[in-house]
Structures are given as structure tokens and as C-alpha cells.
T-cell receptor, first 117, second 107 residues
Framework: GAVVSQHPSRVICKSGTSVKIECRSL??????MFWYRQFPKKSLMLMAT?????????EQGVEKDKFLINHASLTLSTLTVTSAHPEDSSFYIC?????????????FGEGSRLTVL | GQQVMQIPQYQHVQEGEDFTTYCNSS?????IQWYKQRPGGHPVFLIQ?????EVKKQKRLTFQFGEAKKNSSLHITATQTTDVGTYFC???????FGIGTKLQVIP
């Protein structure tokens, strides 16, 4: 079945540094990928929609200069948390939909837990 | 904006008991999806409901979509420890997730 791989699964960084998270669709092409943030004991909050070959669409309240998204190919989207601060610590997760399947199913990556010291 | 409310937020049941989680939307949904997230894991798709009044079953899991397409429920019959996790409903596909219901099953 369709698989979405996310890397790294865990990252610890110092305040002020930037962190890049990759999201890959392994056996299907994804023109659109989605990035979420999940706080402890909370739901998934959609941050942005990543579009292959064009600019990402950000949800209200999400700083696009803070969370840079690049979707350079049909199988890879990256999220870069720039100048990270402790309040950016969270679980970031991506998803993609296999357009060849009619189920509407979202395939999620394994998630990346970011800790900013 | 559209909100998807989900209750209860937490549920502890004895193994073998039934469990139900409910999802309510402030607006009519074109479809609703259900996902399960195991502790430490990522959400995994369970099902999508599209039609008004639709009922679908997956072994011990029964999913319903309301007649007005504003609410949905997931019912698990005779819970097992493998059912532990957080169950999310999602309206409008990737956009609006419910807060989730965390299910604990006591052996």
C-alpha cells in the first residue's frame, strides 16, 4: 500500500537554529502534501498545504517565513522551521493523498518530534 | 469557520465492553473520515463515509454518518487491548480534524 516516509523522527536543536523535515511519498506521486502540528493531547492542526512546483498555502495564523515549505518534486516536500525557539517544540507530521485511489484516504508520515532547547 | 467537535475526549473501558465516539460538525460535510492513532504512532486511515445515513462495518467497528451529514459515530463492540489509541474524525478531508477520543482498554 501507499507509504509516506518522514525524516527525521526526532530532532533536538538549539534555539536560533533551523531544522529541516522531509516528507516523501514512497510508491506514489503526490502533487499535494499536507503539514500538521500536533500538541500533546491535542488534535492535528493543519499548518499548510504543499503544492508541487508552486507556493504552499498556509493556514491562518501560520507564519510562512517561520515555516518554510518546499515541494520540489512529486515525491518530496520539506518543512524548514527557521530560527527555532522552544515554543516551536512539537510533533510535526505530514500526509499525502494517492490520487489514483478513490478512497480519499490520507497517508501519514511517521511524524517528527522537534525539541528546541 | 467550520469546526468538528468530538466527544468524549477520553474513555476508559473494561476489556469486552463497548465503546462509542461521536463527531459533530457545525456545517454539512461532503464526507467524513475516521483515523486511528496508536500511542507514539501516526494516524492511520480507517474509513470514509460519503452518503447520508451511511453505515459501514469493519469487523467489530461500526461507522455511521448522520442523515443531515453533520454528525458521525464510531462504535467498537467488545473492545480489546489492541483497540487502544486515539480515534480522530476528519471533515473536509485534510483540513478539519476533531480533537480525538483517547481510548484506554483495561485488561
Amino acid at each position: 500500500g501507499a507509504v509516506v516516509s518522514q525524516h527525521p523522527s526526532r530532532v533536538i536543536c538549539k534555539s536560533g537554529t533551523s531544522v529541516k523535515i522531509e516528507c516523501r511519498s514512497l510508491d506514489f506521486q503526490a502533487t499535494t502534501m499536507f503539514w500538521y502540528r500536533q500538541f500533546p493531547k491535542k488534535s492535528l492542526m493543519l499548518m499548510a498545504t504543499s503544492n508541487e512546483g508552486s507556493k504552499a498555502t498556509y493556514e491562518q495564523g501560520v507564519e510562512k517565513d517561520k515555516f518554510l515549505i518546499n515541494h520540489a518534486s512529486l515525491t518530496l516536500s520539506t518543512l524548514t522551521v527557521t530560527s527555532a525557539h522552544p515554543e516551536d517544540s512539537s510533533f510535526y507530521i505530514c500526509s499525502a493523498r494517492d490520487s489514483t485511489k478513490g478512497t480519499g484516504e490520507l497517508f501519514f508520515g511517521e511524524g517528527s518530534r522537534l525539541t528546541v532547547l | 469557520g467550520q469546526q468538528v467537535m468530538q466527544i468524549p475526549q477520553y474513555q476508559h473501558v473494561q476489556e469486552g465492553e463497548d465503546f462509542t465516539t461521536y463527531c459533530n460538525s457545525s456545517t454539512t460535510l461532503s464526507n467524513i473520515q475516521w483515523y486511528k492513532q496508536r500511542p507514539g504512532g501516526h494516524p492511520v486511515f480507517l474509513i470514509q463515509l460519503v452518503k447520508s445515513g451511511e453505515v459501514k462495518k469493519q469487523k467489530r467497528l461500526t461507522f455511521q454518518f448522520g442523515e443531515a451529514k453533520k454528525n458521525s459515530s464510531l462504535h467498537i463492540t467488545a473492545t480489546q487491548t489492541t483497540d487502544v489509541g486515539t480515534y480522530f474524525c476528519a471533515g473536509r478531508g485534510e483540513v478539519t480534524f476533531g480533537i480525538g477520543t483517547k481510548l484506554q482498554v483495561i485488561p
